[in-house]
């Protein structure tokens, strides 16, 4: 006998984007996607909408996954006193995963996203840990500073939609990592504007001087998915989803007001 399972409390049909996010791992979709999904159910800012992005080959699987279910989340919280079941609502379509990152860039570029959002990991933002700052000499970095208008890195895709966004007199976005390092707001600045100093120093400038890059505190547990997990979203009756979340019931977001 299946257990019954939340669904989307809100007409997702009806939902717009405004948040382009990039890397779309369990954490993400335990944790901002879950955020959002409240605040939808509430009736509130459904121009708010995420749109799932991923710059690696891995994260061609996950979008399959992902739009093979309508890009539904299955999320089950393991509480002690039982665990719940929800499909998650808050994302409504996932780029293309490109070399080139054109379809990203072009998704940044439209106005009505306003929030660029990351989870990349903590190794993914060309940090050289000998002296703890960003690594400019980083092969990737290199590679997408010569090639600025066909970069393979997020934070390559991220300058080409800014500077698009510049020269259309588009407001730029700001750009929220969400993910678990000390100061990641001024991590994630440091990745942007040091890689636009490699091509178009005036764009770095212009970058520092406009961009919002909020600090963030984040937390909740979200172990891998396996064979366990997909058994527990089966108990629920959803056998058909292979990327399915578990997480603890406690979460945590403290964001900059910046």
């Given at each position: 006998m299946s257990q019954t399972v939340q669904t989307p409390a809100y007409d997702r049909s009806r939902l717009t984007p405004g948040i382009v996010h990039i890397g779309l791992g369990n954490f993400h979709r335990a944790h901002m996607a879950v955020y959002l999904d409240d605040l939808f159910a509430m009736g509130e800012s459904h121009d708010w909408a995420i749109l799932g992005a991923g710059v690696r080959a891995p994260d061609a699987r996950m979008r399959e996954a992902l739009k093979g279910q309508d890009c539904l989340s299955t999320v089950i919280e393991l509480d002690p006193k039982g665990k719940t079941a929800r499909r998650v609502g808050s994302m409504i379509d996932f780029l293309p995963v490109e070399g080139d990152n054109a379809s990203l860039i072009a998704a940044m570029s439209r106005p009505e996203i306003r929030i660029v959002s990351l989870t990349v990991t903590e190794g993914g933002y060309y940090v050289d840990p000998a002296t703890g700052r960003f690594d400019p000499t980083h092969p990737d970095i290199v590679a997408d500073g010569a090639n600025p208008d066909k970069p393979a890195t997020a934070f390559g895709a991220i300058l080409a939609a800014l500077k698009a966004r510049r020269a259309a007199g588009v407001q730029p976005f700001t750009v929220m990592s969400c993910d678990n390092l000390p100061g990641n707001g001024h991590v994630t600045e440091a990745a942007v504007v040091g890689l636009a100093r490699l091509s178009d120093?005036?764009?770095?400038?212009?970058?520092?001087?406009?961009?919002?890059?909020?600090?963030?505190?984040?937390?909740?547990?979200?172990?891998?998915?396996?064979?366990?997990?997909?058994?527990?979203?089966?108990?629920?009756?959803?056998?058909?989803?292979?990327?399915?979340?578990?997480?603890?019931?406690?979460?945590?977001?403290?964001?900059?007001?910046?």
């Open positions: 120093p005036a764009l770095a400038d212009w970058v520092q001087a406009n961009v919002a890059f909020p600090n963030g505190m984040v937390d909740r547990i979200t172990p891998a998915t396996g064979p366990r997990e997909r058994d527990m979203a089966a108990s629920f009756g959803l056998t058909a989803d292979p990327v399915p979340v578990t997480c603890e019931p406690f979460r945590q977001w403290v964001l900059q007001d910046n």
